[in-house]
C-alpha cells in the first residue's frame, strides 16, 4: 500500500492546489504532510519554526512523511523542504514522484512572501527564495520520476499535464 503520487516542489508549485484537483480526479483523497505535521504539534508550522526551531519542525517532518507514505494510498503533498532529509529521499524510492517546478519570479509571486512560510521571511525574500531554489533543486529532481513545469499554467493545465505525464 502505497501512494499513488507523490508531489515534491518548492514553496508557491502549487502542491496542495494541485494535489486537491489531482486527487479529484484520480477519485482518491489528498494529504499533505504540512496539515499532518500540525495535527500532530497542535500549532501552525510556523509556530513550530518560531517557538521549537526548523531542525524540531524537520524531525516532526520527517515522521509525518514515513507515516504517510505508509498508510496513504491517495494523491500525497509533501512540504518543501522534506526532501532535504537523507531518509525521507530512501523513503521516496519507488513511488511515483512529481516534482512542481517554478521559476523564481512566479514563485515570488505566488507566495506573496508570505509569513506562513517561514523561510522566505527576512530581510530579502527574493534571494532567500533564489538561494532556496538553488539548494534544492538537485533533491527535488533525485527524488522525481516526473518533472512538470508550473509558470504561466493554471492549476488545472498543471493537472492535465502530470496526468499525461503519468
Known amino acids: 500500500m502505497s501512494p499513488r503520487v507523490v508531489l515534491v516542489g518548492p514553496p508557491g508549485a502549487g502542491k496542495t492546489t494541485v494535489g486537491r484537483e489531482l486527487a479529484a480526479r484520480l477519485g482518491v483523497d489528498l494529504r499533505d504532510t504540512d496539515a499532518d505535521v500540525e495535527a500532530r504539534a497542535g500549532k501552525t508550522v510556523s509556530e513550530i519554526f518560531t517557538g521549537d526551531g526548523e531542525p524540531v519542525f524537520r524531525a516532526l517532518e520527517e515522521q509525518a512523511v514515513a507515516d504517510a507514505l505508509?498508510?496513504?494510498?491517495?494523491?500525497?503533498?509533501?512540504?518543501?523542504?522534506?526532501?532535504?532529509?537523507?531518509?525521507?529521499?530512501?523513503?521516496?524510492?519507488?513511488?511515483?514522484?512529481?516534482?512542481?517546478?517554478?521559476?523564481?519570479?512566479?514563485?515570488?509571486?505566488?507566495?506573496?512572501?508570505?509569513?506562513?512560510?517561514?523561510?522566505?521571511?527576512?530581510?530579502?525574500?527574493?534571494?532567500?527564495?533564489?538561494?532556496?531554489?538553488?539548494?534544492?533543486?538537485?533533491?527535488?529532481?533525485?527524488?522525481?520520476?516526473?518533472?512538470?513545469?508550473?509558470?504561466?499554467?493554471?492549476?488545472?493545465?498543471?493537472?492535465?499535464?502530470?496526468?499525461?505525464?503519468?
Open 70 to 166: 505508509a498508510e496513504h494510498t491517495g494523491v500525497l503533498a509533501l512540504g518543501g523542504g522534506a526532501v532535504l532529509s537523507d531518509r525521507t529521499r530512501q523513503r521516496l524510492q519507488g513511488h511515483t514522484v512529481v516534482f512542481l517546478r517554478v521559476g523564481l519570479a512566479e514563485g515570488v509571486r505566488r507566495t506573496g512572501l508570505s509569513t506562513a512560510r517561514p523561510l522566505l521571511v527576512g530581510v530579502n525574500p527574493r534571494a532567500t527564495f533564489r538561494a532556496l531554489l538553488e539548494a534544492r533543486l538537485p533533491l527535488y529532481r533525485e527524488v522525481a520520476t516526473v518533472e512538470v513545469d508550473t509558470d504561466r499554467r493554471s492549476p488545472e493545465e498543471v493537472v492535465e499535464a502530470v496526468l499525461a505525464a503519468l
